[in-house]
């Protein structure tokens, strides 16, 4: 009796859950007179087209642009965050970054800081950590706002895989979530690994395939120098 009676609650609270999910239906963007408005499935306009931007929802949030500031609107069309941002990104997990008085920090969907904005530059969390940039040189963040790897790059690429491409001294390549080296920057371009392990990474005029040791898969002949070759053959 006791386990129909736990199944009956947990098939209940999966509908409960449902039709929150669906009544939280996100609204469609369209254009007029190259201003942005908001309808709902059904074509209804729920947010009259008086926006000079707005971005598509994500997690039941949108971005909208007035007076060349960002906000928040939510699926019923209202302001929930408002219009005080000169940069943002959509929600992802709860939490967007934004640009506030020229520094970056990043919100929850109550537009209130859980990373307070000290930064000069921010990307969304991929896999856990976040790229940011201080004083001249990148680093990544947690989502509690730690350094886990402390500001030291020129650049570099959000984390795909394990792994982040990062450029030292104009040359590029790999890091894994503790900032351990996988391997070292001497790479003109690196492409993110796959989840096979393998990135494309160029030196001088050459394209390579590797593999995560650093060891040559395939050499990558681009379309020119095939054509080149073949014609030469042809001689």
Known sequence: MKHIESRFILLFICIYISCLSFGQTNLIRFYEKAKVGYKDDKGNVIVPPDYVAGSEFSEGYAIVLRDGKRGFINSKGEVVIPFRYDDASLFQNGVAFVMEKGKYGYINTKGEYVIQPTFDYAEQFREGLA??????????????GEFAIAPQYEKAMGFVNGASTVRMNGKWGYIDKTGKVILPCKYDMASAFTAEGTAVVIMGREHYKINRRGKIIEEIKDREEEEREERERRK
Request: no cysteine; charged share 45%; aromatic share 8%.
């Open 131 to 144: 790229m940011v940039k201080k004083d001249g040189k990148v680093g990544f963040i947690t989502e509690k």
